[in-house]
């Protein structure tokens, strides 16, 4: 009991003295600061963006992961996987040396199309894709997986295009695990730093996001750091609120 005790007071005193020291005499005066809604828009628009992408591309490399035998499978599958445990930092680097002006595919769009990714919004928006992904690509594999495939093959039988099955029984079966991986695509995207200000900076209104203001606002006015802090940390109580049946035991 008192090791599990010590734990328990590690992971929850941080976030005690976060809301102890919170101003909240003037919480919704600093949260009307301009710079600080704009931080909030563009981390809530970017932040879906980045969901978006990950569901229109997420969605078809985890049914590949989970229905089709192919060679290299597990070695594809822990690629997906890498920005899991790789530090965010990294994956802005390797972004930069990919899609900067001197990458390798960066420079081609650049004196192709006149494309600059690196430093601007859309750089947010991948930076937090590429870190995000791997949640969806998880929970819809796992969903995949679990799903039983009966209903689909007696649709095949039916006469139905595997486009038809995919669209009107897999997406259906595996609805939940869409739901869930998206929410969590969705708030770790919205928590994105280390990516974020690696390959996009940290630019008020183009590219400062929640966790870069926070970052900032410590240096300058560590008040505003709680208030932006307590935004990220009523974000996550929702976010965890909304998958206790799949991640919290209620029985």
């Given at each position: 009991m008192v090791p599990a005790l010590i734990a328990l007071a590690f992971l929850v005193l941080p976030l005690g003295g976060l809301l102890f020291r919170a101003p909240w005499s003037t919480l919704g005066t600093r949260l009307g600061e301009p710079q600080v809604l704009e931080a909030l828009r563009l981390s809530l628009v970017s932040a879906t963006l980045a969901t978006g992408?990950?569901?229109?591309?997420?969605?078809?490399?985890a049914w590949m992961l989970a229905r089709v035998p192919f060679p290299g499978a597990r070695l594809v599958r822990a690629l997906v996987t890498v920005p899991l445990v790789l530090?965010?930092?990294?994956?802005?680097?390797?972004?930069?040396l990919v899609l900067g002006r001197r990458g390798v595919v960066g420079q081609w769009l650049?004196?192709?199309?006149?494309?600059?990714?690196?430093?601007t919004t859309a750089g947010v928006v991948l930076a937090e894709t590429f870190v995000a992904m791997p949640f969806l690509v998880i929970s819809v594999?796992?969903?995949?997986?679990?799903?039983d495939l009966r209903y689909e093959e007696a649709a095949a039988t039916l006469g139905a295009t595997r486009?038809?099955?995919?669209?009107?029984?897999?997406?259906?079966?595996?609805?939940?695990?869409?739901?869930?991986?998206?929410?969590?695509c969705w708030a770790r995207a919205l928590g994105e730093f280390g990516a974020t200000i690696t390959f996009a900076g940290n630019f008020p209104g183009r590219t400062?996001?929640?966790?870069l203001a926070v970052y900032l606002a410590l240096e300058t006015d560590p008040q505003a750091a709680i208030v932006l802090s307590?935004?990220?940390?009523v974000v996550s109580v929702l976010v965890l609120a909304a998958l206790r049946d799949r991640w919290v035991n209620t029985a």
């Open positions: 992408l990950c569901l229109l591309f997420g969605v078809p490399l530090p965010p930092v990294v994956g802005g680097v390797a972004l930069l650049d004196s192709a199309f006149g494309i600059t990714l690196p430093f594999e796992g969903a995949l997986r679990a799903a486009w038809t099955v995919f669209r009107r029984v897999t997406l259906p079966l595996v609805a939940p695990g869409i739901a869930a991986g998206a929410v969590l400062q996001t929640m966790p307590l935004v990220l940390l």
